[in-house]
């Protein structure tokens, strides 16, 4: 009983802060000197970038033979990637909506970083089938958009569509619910900026945002219905992608537990992805008193849950086929253990069954290098995973005269490479120039824990107390938090 009311007294922000002290410290983040480290990842990041920048460019002047595909594996890295990209972003919605819905406090500090990671996953995600099309130019032509091609039209039954129509969707919600959240804290650095070009700049980000009353309930408002309008693509999603699978007849694609397995693992991949960047973004941009140990824990935790969700869904799928009396199921799955990628089946089986398990200890999981070495591990085991699932279910299909090996070539590993190069660059260029905690959120949190009451901010955390009182307005302040 003591432990538990000494967790729920715990503060869930470091140190004793004030909500101006928490404008002060977010704001500063984007006025001073990025340090060393921010410029040292920066460097390397866009280093990539320009590694999967050649490569995409010589992909488009040559064709995609110049991939590792033939007739058997059709498939590889290029759906590989667009999965695991999609998977990476699913973290975002999650932290923001679902635990938005929930009420889960602890989500405050990390939010913003998990909106922004998933903006820039699906950008990741998005090039891959567009590249895959051979023809990247005509990709217009997804738009289903009244033409003069005669009866000519998209084809409705094609996984490509429903990827489209996925991403598509997934990314114009999930950014106008980023860009929503940001309003207040743009507000304020906008009446912060001492800089004209910032000032013009960050107006125009904040939409005449003023603070008051009337500004405030329609931000709740708007806010709560984008979240709830959110929280279905967390399933829906990755469901689309999974029925690329699972609509065909190759063995070990058709399977009905395909759509929960996957959204299982792209929440699981999104939290390993937001456990890395958010640590991270804690020692780079000295964020350790508004990343705390408490946040860390609840992360690892819903990592550890969603971790044991995919090692269930394993199970099931080859027991499924054990017991299916399908010789060709069988194969299948006796191929991806003991054949020639068997190697990549067991890199996933450790990285996403074994590695989670050591998260069971409470030393582990507030140990922030044990916990980000961990997320790293996961991040390659899910690769792997989408690697074993796509190219061991069609190297050796129903006929051994198709059968097929599979090598990528120099150009597909400088897209994935790219790819990575593409996110990290995005993700240090937010983190320098936005505001990578959000401050009207933080705020609400401040004094629960410590006798605060409290207000009802986004979330309903709250904004604090009598103790909130500052004798200047914030546009990110509620008007009930300023006594006269």
């Known amino acids: 009983m003591a432990e538990l009311l000494q967790a729920l007294t715990r503060p869930l922000i470091g140190g004793d802060k004030t909500p101006g002290q928490v404008t002060e410290d977010i704001s500063g983040l984007l006025n001073n000197r990025p340090g060393p480290l921010w410029w040292a990842g920066f460097f390397l990041a866009l280093t990539l970038l320009m590694v999967g920048v050649i490569a995409g460019v010589y992909l488009i002047r040559t064709g995609i033979g110049t991939w590792g595909l033939n007739n058997t594996v059709g498939w590889a890295f290029d759906i590989t990637n667009f999965v695991f990209w999609i998977g990476i972003g699913h973290a975002g919605t999650l932290i923001s909506a679902v635990l938005f819905?929930?009420?889960?406090?602890?989500?405050?500090?990390?939010?913003?970083?998990?909106?922004?990671?998933?903006?820039?996953a699906v950008i990741c995600a998005g090039l891959f089938p567009v590249l895959h099309m051979g023809r990247p130019w005509m990709a217009y032509w997804m738009f289903p958009y009244p033409n003069f091609r005669g009866p000519l039209w998209v084809n409705f039954r094609s996984p490509l569509v429903w990827d489209f129509f996925a991403i598509s969707t997934y990314f114009i919600i999930s950014l106008t619910f980023w860009y929503l959240g940001m309003m207040p804290d743009l507000a304020t650095l906008r009446d912060r900026a001492k800089n004209k070009v910032k000032r013009f700049l960050y107006s125009i980000g904040a939409l005449g945002w003023d603070g008051s009353y009337k500004t405030w309930l329609r931000y709740e408002t708007v806010y709560t219905l984008l979240a709830g309008l959110a929280t279905p693509l967390v399933l829906s999603v990755h469901t689309i992608v999974s029925w690329d699978f699972a609509t065909s007849v190759i063995p070990g694609w058709h399977t009905t537990i395909f759509p929960p397995y996957f959204v299982a693992g792209a929440i699981f991949s999104g939290m390993a992805m937001v456990l890395t960047l958010m640590l991270v973004a804690r020692k780079t941009m000295r964020l350790e008193d508004y990343i705390t140990t408490r946040h860390v824990d609840a992360m690892s935790k819903l990592l550890l849950a969603t971790g044991m969700m995919v090692g269930l869904?394993?199970?099931?799928?080859?027991?499924?086929?054990?017991y299916s009396g399908n010789e060709y199921e069988q194969f299948v799955f006796i191929n991806r253990a003991l054949g020639p990628f068997a190697w990549a089946y067991w890199i996933m089986v450790g990285c996403n069954v074994l590695v989670p398990q050591f998260l069971w200890f409470r030393q582990v999981r507030q140990n922030f290098l044990a916990v980000f070495v961990l997320s790293l591990l996961v991040n390659v085991g899910m690769w792997f995973e989408r690697f074993t699932i796509i190219v061991t279910s069609l190297h050796r299909d129903y006929l051994p005269s198709n059968w097929?090996?599979?090598?990528?070539?120099?150009?597909?590993?400088?897209?994935?490479?790219?790819?990575?190069?593409?996110?990290?660059?995005?993700?240090?260029?937010?983190?320098?120039?936005?505001?990578?905690?959000?401050?009207?959120?933080v705020k609400g949190v401040l004094h629960i824990g410590r006798g605060g009451h409290g207000?009802?901010?986004?979330?309903?955390?709250?904004?604090?107390?009598?103790?909130?009182?500052?004798?200047?307005?914030?546009?990110?302040?509620?008007?009930?938090?300023?006594t006269a």
């Not at 819905?101 to 820039?120: C, D, G, H």
Request: charged share 15%.
């Open 101 to 120: 819905l929930v009420r889960q406090r602890w989500r405050t500090s990390v939010n913003r970083a998990a909106e922004a990671m998933t903006i820039f």
């Open 455 to 482: 207000g009802h901010g986004p979330g309903g955390n709250g904004h604090g107390g009598p103790e909130s009182v500052r004798p200047t307005p914030d546009p990110t302040t509620k008007p009930e938090e300023v």
């Open 313 to 322: 869904a394993y199970a099931t799928e080859f027991l499924t086929a054990m």
């Open 404 to 441: 097929s090996g599979y090598t990528p070539s120099l150009v597909e590993l400088g897209l994935l490479i790219g790819s990575f190069g593409l996110f990290f660059t995005l993700f240090l260029l937010f983190i320098r120039f936005l505001p990578v905690v959000s401050m009207n959120e």
